[in-house]
Protein backbone atom coordinates (compact mmCIF):
# COMPACT_ATOMS: atom_id res chain seq x y z
CA UNK A 1 0.00 0.00 0.00
CA UNK A 2 2.68 2.58 1.19
CA UNK A 3 4.49 1.45 -2.04
CA UNK A 4 1.83 2.39 -4.34
CA UNK A 5 1.28 5.26 -2.01
CA UNK A 6 4.69 6.15 -3.42
CA UNK A 7 4.74 5.29 -7.10
CA UNK A 8 1.49 7.37 -7.55
CA UNK A 9 2.35 10.32 -5.68
CA UNK A 10 6.11 9.94 -8.12
CA UNK A 11 3.43 9.96 -11.29
CA UNK A 12 1.96 12.91 -9.47
CA UNK A 13 5.01 14.98 -9.36
CA UNK A 14 6.47 13.92 -12.94
CA UNK A 15 3.00 14.96 -14.57
CA UNK A 16 3.54 18.30 -12.84
CA UNK A 17 7.00 18.82 -13.83
CA UNK A 18 6.05 18.00 -17.45
CA UNK A 19 3.22 19.88 -16.98
CA UNK A 20 5.10 23.07 -16.15
CA UNK A 21 7.91 22.05 -18.84
CA UNK A 22 5.55 21.99 -21.74
CA UNK A 23 4.31 26.21 -20.12
CA UNK A 24 7.75 27.10 -20.69
CA UNK A 25 8.35 25.66 -24.11
CA UNK A 26 5.11 27.16 -25.18
CA UNK A 27 5.89 30.46 -22.97
CA UNK A 28 9.20 30.60 -24.10
CA UNK A 29 8.28 30.13 -28.32
CA UNK A 30 5.84 33.36 -27.66
CA UNK A 31 6.98 36.63 -27.43
CA UNK A 32 4.69 37.75 -24.70
CA UNK A 33 5.75 40.07 -22.07
CA UNK A 34 4.71 39.39 -18.40
CA UNK A 35 5.55 41.59 -15.95
CA UNK A 36 5.00 41.92 -12.11
CA UNK A 37 3.35 44.83 -10.80
CA UNK A 38 4.83 45.51 -6.97
CA UNK A 39 4.10 48.05 -4.62
CA UNK A 40 2.27 49.02 -0.91
CA UNK A 41 -1.34 49.43 -0.71
CA UNK A 42 -2.78 53.12 -2.57
CA UNK A 43 1.24 53.47 -4.26
CA UNK A 44 -0.50 53.45 -8.10
CA UNK A 45 -0.31 50.45 -9.43
CA UNK A 46 -3.88 50.37 -10.37
CA UNK A 47 -3.44 54.19 -11.92
CA UNK A 48 0.22 52.87 -14.28
CA UNK A 49 -1.31 49.95 -15.07
CA UNK A 50 -4.31 51.28 -16.80
CA UNK A 51 -2.25 53.80 -18.47
CA UNK A 52 -0.05 50.49 -19.87
CA UNK A 53 -2.88 49.15 -20.97
CA UNK A 54 -3.75 52.02 -22.89
CA UNK A 55 -0.34 52.53 -24.57
CA UNK A 56 0.73 48.98 -24.99
CA UNK A 57 -2.53 46.81 -25.31
CA UNK A 58 -1.81 44.35 -22.72
CA UNK A 59 -4.04 41.93 -20.50
CA UNK A 60 -4.12 43.62 -17.30
CA UNK A 61 -5.02 41.19 -14.38
CA UNK A 62 -5.40 42.55 -11.06
CA UNK A 63 -5.57 39.84 -8.19
CA UNK A 64 -6.85 41.87 -5.57
CA UNK A 65 -9.84 42.43 -8.31
CA UNK A 66 -9.96 38.97 -9.16
CA UNK A 67 -10.42 38.12 -5.43
CA UNK A 68 -12.85 41.11 -5.00
CA UNK A 69 -14.80 39.19 -8.10
CA UNK A 70 -14.94 36.23 -6.09
CA UNK A 71 -16.19 37.88 -3.04
CA UNK A 72 -19.23 39.73 -4.81
CA UNK A 73 -20.57 36.53 -6.18
CA UNK A 74 -21.47 35.70 -3.01
CA UNK A 75 -19.92 31.78 -2.56
CA UNK A 76 -18.43 30.40 0.29
CA UNK A 77 -15.21 31.09 -1.07
CA UNK A 78 -15.60 34.95 -1.74
CA UNK A 79 -16.92 35.24 2.29
CA UNK A 80 -13.77 33.52 3.32
CA UNK A 81 -11.96 35.44 1.27
CA UNK A 82 -13.32 38.74 1.98
CA UNK A 83 -12.57 38.41 5.62
CA UNK A 84 -8.85 37.37 4.78
CA UNK A 85 -8.80 41.27 2.92
CA UNK A 86 -10.98 43.20 5.86
CA UNK A 87 -8.01 42.12 8.12
CA UNK A 88 -5.78 43.50 5.44
CA UNK A 89 -4.03 40.18 5.62
CA UNK A 90 -2.88 38.11 2.62
CA UNK A 91 -5.17 35.47 1.16
CA UNK A 92 -3.39 32.29 0.28
CA UNK A 93 -1.02 31.23 -2.01
CA UNK A 94 -2.85 28.52 -3.63
CA UNK A 95 -6.34 30.51 -3.85
CA UNK A 96 -4.36 33.82 -5.45
CA UNK A 97 -2.38 31.52 -7.73
CA UNK A 98 -5.48 29.29 -8.86
CA UNK A 99 -7.45 32.66 -9.66
CA UNK A 100 -4.53 34.18 -11.43
CA UNK A 101 -4.01 30.78 -13.41
CA UNK A 102 -7.68 30.80 -14.69
CA UNK A 103 -7.55 34.40 -16.32
CA UNK A 104 -4.34 33.66 -17.08
CA UNK A 105 -5.86 30.91 -19.35
CA UNK A 106 -8.68 32.63 -20.66
CA UNK A 107 -6.92 35.61 -21.82
CA UNK A 108 -3.93 33.80 -23.39
CA UNK A 109 -5.32 33.63 -26.73
CA UNK A 110 -5.50 37.06 -27.75
CA UNK A 111 -2.35 38.74 -25.43
CA UNK A 112 -0.05 40.90 -26.00
CA UNK A 113 1.46 41.13 -22.89
CA UNK A 114 0.55 40.66 -19.06
CA UNK A 115 0.24 43.01 -16.00
CA UNK A 116 0.31 41.06 -13.03
CA UNK A 117 -1.04 43.50 -10.53
CA UNK A 118 -0.30 43.13 -6.97
CA UNK A 119 1.76 39.67 -7.45
CA UNK A 120 4.01 38.32 -5.72
CA UNK A 121 3.14 39.83 -2.13
CA UNK A 122 5.35 37.16 -0.87
CA UNK A 123 8.49 35.59 -1.84
CA UNK A 124 6.80 32.06 -2.42
CA UNK A 125 4.39 33.41 -4.65
CA UNK A 126 6.82 34.07 -7.39
CA UNK A 127 8.53 31.24 -6.64
CA UNK A 128 5.20 29.49 -7.74
CA UNK A 129 4.40 31.61 -10.22
CA UNK A 130 7.76 31.23 -12.34
CA UNK A 131 7.25 27.59 -11.78
CA UNK A 132 3.89 26.65 -12.11
CA UNK A 133 2.78 29.75 -15.15
CA UNK A 134 5.78 31.59 -16.71
CA UNK A 135 8.96 33.60 -15.85
CA UNK A 136 8.23 37.26 -15.69
CA UNK A 137 9.51 39.71 -17.57
CA UNK A 138 10.21 42.30 -15.14
CA UNK A 139 8.87 43.53 -12.17
CA UNK A 140 7.76 47.31 -11.81
CA UNK A 141 8.35 48.47 -7.97
CA UNK A 142 6.24 51.76 -7.13
CA UNK A 143 8.41 52.63 -4.45
CA UNK A 144 6.34 55.35 -2.04
CA UNK A 145 5.98 56.54 1.31
CA UNK A 146 3.21 54.87 4.32
CA UNK A 147 2.18 58.93 4.57
CA UNK A 148 1.68 59.39 0.63
CA UNK A 149 -0.06 55.79 0.61
CA UNK A 150 -2.75 56.37 3.09
CA UNK A 151 -3.29 60.17 2.08
CA UNK A 152 -3.79 58.35 -1.50
CA UNK A 153 -6.12 55.71 -0.37
CA UNK A 154 -8.36 58.36 2.00
CA UNK A 155 -8.55 60.36 -0.68
CA UNK A 156 -9.76 57.93 -2.89
CA UNK A 157 -12.48 56.50 -0.85
CA UNK A 158 -13.57 59.81 0.11
CA UNK A 159 -14.25 60.29 -4.07
CA UNK A 160 -15.35 56.67 -4.91
CA UNK A 161 -19.28 56.27 -4.55
CA UNK A 162 -18.80 52.55 -3.59
CA UNK A 163 -16.10 52.46 -1.09
CA UNK A 164 -14.09 49.58 -0.60
CA UNK A 165 -14.35 47.54 2.08
CA UNK A 166 -10.64 47.85 2.86
CA UNK A 167 -10.40 51.24 2.27
CA UNK A 168 -10.37 52.53 6.16
CA UNK A 169 -7.85 53.67 8.53
CA UNK A 170 -7.77 50.55 10.36
CA UNK A 171 -7.26 48.10 7.66
CA UNK A 172 -4.83 50.25 5.81
CA UNK A 173 -2.36 50.29 8.48
CA UNK A 174 -2.67 46.21 8.54
CA UNK A 175 -2.10 46.05 4.88
CA UNK A 176 0.77 49.12 5.22
CA UNK A 177 2.39 46.20 8.13
CA UNK A 178 1.64 43.10 5.58
CA UNK A 179 3.46 44.72 3.04
CA UNK A 180 6.49 46.20 4.80
CA UNK A 181 6.74 42.48 6.45
CA UNK A 182 6.99 40.81 2.90
CA UNK A 183 8.39 43.17 0.29
CA UNK A 184 12.31 42.98 1.43
CA UNK A 185 12.80 39.36 0.52
CA UNK A 186 10.35 39.86 -2.66
CA UNK A 187 12.90 42.31 -3.87
CA UNK A 188 15.99 41.01 -2.79
CA UNK A 189 15.51 37.77 -4.50
CA UNK A 190 14.09 39.36 -7.63
CA UNK A 191 16.26 42.28 -7.54
CA UNK A 192 17.62 40.96 -11.26
CA UNK A 193 14.44 41.67 -12.67
CA UNK A 194 13.36 44.52 -10.97
CA UNK A 195 13.04 48.17 -11.72
CA UNK A 196 12.30 50.64 -8.42
CA UNK A 197 10.22 54.17 -9.34
CA UNK A 198 9.88 56.76 -7.57
CA UNK A 199 5.95 56.87 -7.01
CA UNK A 200 5.72 60.42 -4.99
CA UNK A 201 5.64 61.90 -8.43
CA UNK A 202 2.99 62.92 -10.97
CA UNK A 203 1.61 60.06 -12.29
CA UNK A 204 3.20 61.32 -16.03
CA UNK A 205 6.62 61.54 -14.54
CA UNK A 206 6.61 58.13 -13.41
CA UNK A 207 4.94 56.78 -16.51
CA UNK A 208 7.99 57.73 -18.69
CA UNK A 209 10.29 55.91 -16.75
CA UNK A 210 7.73 52.36 -16.81
CA UNK A 211 7.52 53.08 -20.45
CA UNK A 212 10.89 53.35 -20.81
CA UNK A 213 11.32 49.99 -18.85
CA UNK A 214 8.86 48.03 -21.14
CA UNK A 215 9.98 49.51 -24.18
CA UNK A 216 13.27 47.71 -23.22
CA UNK A 217 11.53 44.40 -22.78
CA UNK A 218 9.89 44.88 -25.90
CA UNK A 219 13.19 45.37 -27.58
CA UNK A 220 14.68 42.66 -25.77
CA UNK A 221 12.24 40.00 -26.72
CA UNK A 222 12.52 40.92 -30.61
CA UNK A 223 16.14 40.13 -30.52
CA UNK A 224 15.20 37.09 -28.96
CA UNK A 225 13.07 36.00 -31.14
CA UNK A 226 15.10 37.13 -33.95
CA UNK A 227 17.54 34.53 -32.56
CA UNK A 228 15.46 31.84 -32.37
P1 LIG B 1 -5.32 45.22 -3.96
O1 LIG B 1 -6.66 45.40 -4.55
O2 LIG B 1 -4.21 44.84 -4.83
O3 LIG B 1 -5.02 46.53 -3.14
P2 LIG B 1 -3.67 47.28 -2.74
O4 LIG B 1 -2.40 46.58 -3.08
O5 LIG B 1 -3.86 47.62 -1.34
O6 LIG B 1 -3.62 48.46 -3.71
P3 LIG B 1 -4.76 49.47 -4.12
O7 LIG B 1 -5.62 48.85 -5.16
O8 LIG B 1 -5.45 50.00 -2.93
O9 LIG B 1 -3.90 50.66 -4.67
P4 LIG B 1 -3.03 50.84 -5.99
O10 LIG B 1 -1.59 50.66 -5.69
O11 LIG B 1 -3.58 50.07 -7.14
O12 LIG B 1 -3.25 52.39 -6.18
P5 LIG B 1 -4.24 53.17 -7.17
O13 LIG B 1 -3.69 53.20 -8.54
O14 LIG B 1 -5.63 52.70 -6.98
O15 LIG B 1 -5.40 44.10 -2.79
C1 LIG B 1 -6.44 44.12 -1.82
C2 LIG B 1 -6.31 42.93 -0.89
O16 LIG B 1 -6.45 41.70 -1.65
C3 LIG B 1 -4.97 42.76 -0.16
O17 LIG B 1 -4.90 43.56 1.01
C4 LIG B 1 -4.98 41.26 0.14
O18 LIG B 1 -5.81 40.95 1.24
C5 LIG B 1 -5.63 40.68 -1.12
N1 LIG B 1 -4.62 40.34 -2.12
C6 LIG B 1 -4.38 40.99 -3.29
N2 LIG B 1 -3.36 40.43 -3.95
C7 LIG B 1 -2.96 39.38 -3.19
C8 LIG B 1 -1.91 38.42 -3.32
N3 LIG B 1 -1.08 38.42 -4.38
N4 LIG B 1 -1.77 37.50 -2.34
C9 LIG B 1 -2.58 37.48 -1.26
N5 LIG B 1 -3.58 38.38 -1.06
C10 LIG B 1 -3.76 39.33 -2.02
O19 LIG B 1 -4.06 54.64 -6.57
C11 LIG B 1 -4.59 55.00 -5.32
C12 LIG B 1 -5.13 56.44 -5.41
O20 LIG B 1 -4.03 57.32 -5.61
C13 LIG B 1 -6.08 56.68 -6.59
O21 LIG B 1 -7.10 57.53 -6.18
C14 LIG B 1 -5.20 57.34 -7.64
O22 LIG B 1 -5.92 58.20 -8.47
C15 LIG B 1 -4.19 58.07 -6.80
N6 LIG B 1 -2.86 58.14 -7.42
C16 LIG B 1 -2.21 57.14 -8.06
N7 LIG B 1 -1.00 57.53 -8.46
C17 LIG B 1 -0.86 58.81 -8.06
C18 LIG B 1 0.19 59.78 -8.17
N8 LIG B 1 1.35 59.50 -8.78
N9 LIG B 1 0.01 61.00 -7.63
C19 LIG B 1 -1.17 61.29 -7.00
N10 LIG B 1 -2.22 60.43 -6.86
C20 LIG B 1 -2.05 59.21 -7.39
Given at each position: M ?8 M ?5 EK ?6 R????AS?IP??WI?G ?5 K ?10 Y??T?LSTG ?7 E??S ?5 L ?6 G ?13 D ?10 G???DG?P ?13 A ?5 L ?7 TMV?R??A ?6 V??A????A ?8 F??N ?9 D???T???E ?8 E????I ?12 L?
Amino acid sequence: MLFMCHQMSMKKEAQEKLKAEELRKARAASDIPIIWILGGPGCGKGTQCAKIVEKYGFTHLSTGDLLRNEVESGSDKGRALQAVMASGGLVSNDEVLSLLNDAIGRARGGAKGFLIDGYPREKNQGIAFETRVAPADLALYFECSEDTMVKRIMARAAAAAVKRADDNEATIRSRLRTFAENTHAILEQYNDKTLTINAERDVDDIFLEVVQAIDCVLRNKQKAAALC
